[in-house]
């Protein structure tokens, strides 16, 4: 079955950085859009970022774009972001995502608190 497992997240101070990775098992990875998603209290949850499978082509929100690098490691299935000069807006859970034959999957989350 469909299984994405983040990790990265932490607390860290505004200006700092963060990597959170998602490592995904049970489809063919190399083919699918994998897509970052983050939702802080109280709002909705947004796309951050995703990334095509070739990982030749990556879409940002403009919240982000500038600071954060989507990339993947289609051998180690995994997709990465790369959080820098992080705000203190940045501050959510932040979710790995795939749609495979159209059916949403999800981690778990991984918070991150940019706090000073």
């Known amino acids: 079955q469909v299984q994405l497992l983040e990790s990265g997240g932490g607390l860290v101070q505004p200006g700092g950085s963060l990597r959170l990775s998602c490592a995904a098992s049970g489809f063919a990875f190399g083919i699918y859009v994998m897509n970052w998603y983050r939702q802080a209290p109280g709002k909705e949850r947004e796309l951050v970022a995703n990334?095509?499978?070739?990982?030749?082509?990556?879409n940002y929100a403009d919240s982000v774009k500038g600071r954060f690098t989507i990339s993947r490691d289609n051998g180690k299935n995994t997709v990465y972001l790369q959080m820098n000069s992080l705000l203190l807006e940045d501050t959510a859970v932040y979710y790995c995502n795939v749609r495979v034959v159209g059916i949403a999957y999800w981690g778990q989350g991984t918070q991150v608190t940019v706090s000073s």
């Open positions: 990334i095509a499978g070739s990982g030749r082509i990556t």
